[in-house]
């Protein structure tokens, strides 16, 4: 069965090494992640390091069998670029989350997604 996961990420990350975006795990463990991160005072797509201008990314995730594919584009607009593909290991127990690392630990800070979907697509 293919699923597609998606989320927009409408804020920027300002820590170094701040990320969030998509996890998926394997039999309760993270296996892989699609995040908008924050290295050196610049932000990118991991995986692939692909550079970000824009404060809202979407990001997505689609899966069909073992094959995933990791994509991403600034919020809204044009065509999504593939940051990543390749297999993943897929059993009954995955699953799939949204999460936020490496934010101020001393600041109120706050990170905001918007229209996460997880969709089963058709045959």
Do not use: M
């Amino acid at each position: 069965v293919a699923i597609e996961v998606t989320v927009t990420f409408t804020t920027k990350p300002t820590n170094q090494y701040e990320q969030a975006g998509i996890t998926w795990y394997h039999q309760d463990k993270p296996v892989f992640k699609l995040v908008h991160e924050n290295i050196d005072g610049k932000t990118y797509i991991i995986p692939g390091r692909n550079p970000t201008q824009t404060l809202a990314v979407d990001l997505r995730l689609v899966l069909d069998g073992e094959k995933y594919l990791a994509q991403y584009r600034p919020a809204g607009q044009g065509e999504f670029q593939t940051a990543a593909e390749g297999k993943l290991p897929r059993g009954q127990d995955d699953r799939v989350s949204i999460q936020c690392y490496n934010g101020p630990a001393n600041a109120e800070h706050w990170i905001r997604f918007d229209n996460f979907r997880i969709l089963q697509l058709a045959p």
